[in-house]
C-alpha cells in the first residue's frame, strides 16, 4: 500500500526566499506524481505533473524533481511571495489512476 | 476552457438522510474522481469512473456510490448519512486514466 509523506507539514519564510519543500513515497513503483496548492476550503490547483520517466518539470518559478529509486520529490519554489501561501500536496499515482495524497505542507510567506 | 464544476456549494443534511453531489468534468475529459476531504483525515480516493463504468473503489462502505452519465458527468450519492461524513468532496478528472487531474471547487458536506 501507497504511502505519501511531506515534510515540513508547516513552513513560514519572508518574502523572496527560495525555499524546498519534500515529498516521500513508499512504492517506487508509482505512474507519475503531481504536486498541487490548496487555497483554504477551496479545491486543488494542478501546479506540475512528472511521469515516471521524467526526472524534473518546471513552470515559472516552480520546478519539481523526482527521483523513483530513493522514493523522493521536492518542490523547490524560487523568489517566494505572499501570494504563494498556502497548502502544497504531492499526490502518487500508483496505478489504476488512483491518487495517494501526503497531508501537505502549509506554507506562510510573509511580506 | 471551463474547469470542473461541482454542485451544490454546500449541503446540510441530517444523520441518516440521503445526499446526492453532482460533478462535470472537463469538455473531453472521460475519467472522473471522487475524492474525500475529511478534518484531520487528509485526501482520500473514494471512486474512478472511465467511460460509464466503475473502474476503482477507495475504502469507504458500500453507501457511498456513484455513477457516471453518457456525457461524462458524474454524481455521487451517501445514503445513511452518518455525522462522519462531514467534509469536503472533490471532484476531478483526466483526459485518459492514469493522466494529470484536474480538481474542482468541491461540496462541502455538514451532516447534523
Known amino acids: 500500500k501507497q504511502e505519501v509523506t511531506q515534510i515540513p507539514a508547516a513552513l513560514s519564510v519572508p518574502e523572496g526566499e527560495n525555499l524546498v519543500l519534500n515529498c516521500s513515497f513508499t512504492d517506487s513503483a508509482i505512474y507519475n506524481l503531481q504536486w498541487f496548492r490548496q487555497d483554504p476550503g477551496k479545491g486543488l490547483t494542478s501546479l506540475l505533473l512528472i511521469q515516471s520517466s521524467q526526472r524534473e518539470q518546471t513552470s515559472g518559478r516552480l520546478n519539481a524533481s523526482l527521483d523513483k529509486s530513493s522514493g523522493r520529490s521536492t518542490l ?5 511571495q505572499p501570494g504563494d501561501s498556502a497548502t502544497y500536496l504531492c499526490a ?3 496505478g489504476y489512476s ?6 501537505g505542507t502549509m506554507l506562510l510567506v510573509s511580506p | 476552457e471551463a474547469g470542473v464544476t461541482q454542485s451544490p456549494t454546500h449541503l446540510i443534511k441530517t444523520r441518516g438522510q440521503q445526499a446526492t453531489l453532482r460533478c462535470s468534468p472537463i469538455s473531453g475529459h472521460t475519467s472522473v474522481y471522487w475524492y474525500q476531504q475529511a478534518l484531520g483525515l487528509g485526501l482520500q480516493f473514494l471512486l474512478w469512473y472511465d467511460e460509464g463504468e466503475e473502474r476503482n473503489r477507495g475504502n469507504f462502505p ?8 453518457p456525457n461524462y458527468s458524474s454524481e455521487l450519492n451517501v445514503n445513511a448519512l452518518e455525522l462522519e461524513d462531514s467534509a469536503l468532496y472533490l471532484c ?3 483526459l ?6 484536474y480538481f474542482g471547487p468541491g461540496t ?5
Open chain 2, 62 to 69: 458500500p453507501r457511498f456510490s456513484g455513477r457516471q452519465f
Open chain 2, 108 to 112: 462541502r458536506l455538514t451532516v447534523t
Open chain 2, 92 to 94: 476531478a478528472s483526466s
Open chain 1, 98 to 103: 488512483t491518487l495517494t495524497f501526503g497531508k
Open chain 1, 76 to 80: 523547490y519554489i524560487a523568489a517566494s
Open chain 1, 92 to 94: 502518487a499515482n500508483s
Open chain 2, 96 to 101: 485518459v486514466p492514469n493522466y494529470e487531474q
